[in-house]
C-alpha cells in the first residue's frame, strides 16, 4: 500500500486494487481479518474502560462460557455468536441468572428482534437479536434499549 501523499483518495477504490473487488475470494478474505481486527480491539478497549483484566472479568461475570462480554453503561452485556436459528443458549441463561441487569445479545445470522426471555425457573430477560451485519450498531442498540 502506497504511503501517505496527501492526495485524497476513494478508500474504495484503494480497497479494490491492494485486495480485489467485493466478492472475490481475496477481498472476503481481508473483509473478515479486518472485521476480526475490529471487533477484538473494541472488545479489549471495553475491558480496559471497566479497568478489568481478562481473568477479573471471567471471575466477576459468571462460570457460563459466554462469547462475548461489552461493557456498556458499567454494565457486563454477555453476547453469544450463533450461526443459526435454532441455537441453545444455556450459558447465557446461567450468566442472565447471576447478573443484575436485564440485557443479553445474540449476534446471528437471523432478523433484528428484542424477544422477553422467560426461561423455567430462571429471571426474565430481554434478548437483543443482532444480525452480523448490524454489530457496528451495537452501542446504538444498547443505548436505545437500556
Known amino acids: 500500500m502506497q504511503t501517505n501523499d496527501h492526495q485524497i483518495r476513494d478508500y ?9 473487488a467485493h466478492g472475490t475470494p481475496e ?5 473478515e481479518e479486518a472485521y476480526v481486527f475490529y471487533t477484538s480491539h473494541i472488545l479489549v478497549e471495553t475491558r480496559k474502560q471497566a479497568r478489568l483484566t481478562q481473568a ?9 462460557e459466554i462469547d462475548l462480554v461489552y461493557q456498556f453503561d458499567g454494565k457486563i452485556i454477555p ?9 441453545r443458549l444455556k450459558s447465557l441463561h446461567q450468566f ?7 440485557i443479553a445479545v445474540r449476534i ?5 428482534s428484542i424477544d422477553e426471555v422467560k426461561p423455567r425457573n430462571n429471571k426474565t430477560f430481554r434478548l437483543i437479536n443482532l444480525p452480523f451485519y448490524m454489530i457496528s450498531a451495537l452501542p446504538d442498540v444498547l443505548k436505545n434499549n437500556i
Not at 477481498?27 to 473483509?31: C, H, L, Q, V, Y
Not at 477479573?56 to 457460563?64: F, M, P, V, W
Not at 446471528?108 to 433484528?112: A, I, L, Q, S, V
Open 12 to 20: 474504495s477504490a484503494v480497497l479494490e486494487a491492494e485486495y480485489g
Open 27 to 31: 477481498r472476503a478474505k481481508f473483509d
Open 56 to 64: 477479573e472479568l471471567a471471575k466477576r461475570g459468571s462460570t457460563a
Open 79 to 87: 453476547i453469544e455468536v450463533k450461526s443459526g436459528h435454532n441455537s
Open 96 to 102: 442472565m441468572d447471576e447478573t443484575s441487569h436485564d
Open 108 to 112: 446471528w445470522t437471523g432478523k433484528y
